[in-house]
């Protein structure tokens, strides 16, 4: 089944472009390399008015029948990956997103 892993963060207050460019070119190439993690997208969360609020999400679609097991999969690579110190180390939340009825087109 498909699924979308939901991940939020935060960069290090100053160091954003920084996270930006790992994040795009280093990071989410190796996730995309792990079994089961199709692709990702990328977003900026901004307030109501417009400003940024400093959260940034990665959306992964990802195909499994074992959601947790996945996602310790994920862990389990994490080692091996090119981590940067630009990310705010205690800021990053997972969650799985289950579609709830037929694809919209």
């Not at 991940?7 to 190796?30: C, N």
């Not at 080692?79 to 694809?103: A, C, H, N, V």
Request: some cysteine; charged content about 25%; glycine content about 4%.
């Amino acid at each position: 089944m498909r699924y979308i892993l939901h991940v939020t963060s935060r960069a290090v207050v100053g160091r954003e472009a920084e996270y930006d460019r790992w994040y795009d070119e280093i990071h989410s190439v190796e996730m995309c390399r792990l079994p089961g993690i199709l692709s990702c997208t990328r977003y900026r969360e901004l307030d109501m008015t417009g400003t940024p609020t400093g959260l940034f999400v990665a959306d992964y679609e990802v195909e499994t029948d074992d959601p947790p097991a996945l996602l310790e999969s994920v862990f389990a690579a994490a080692p091996t990956m090119q981590l940067t110190d630009s990310i705010d180390m205690e800021s990053p939340r997972f969650s799985f997103l289950k579609p709830t009825g037929p694809e919209r087109i």
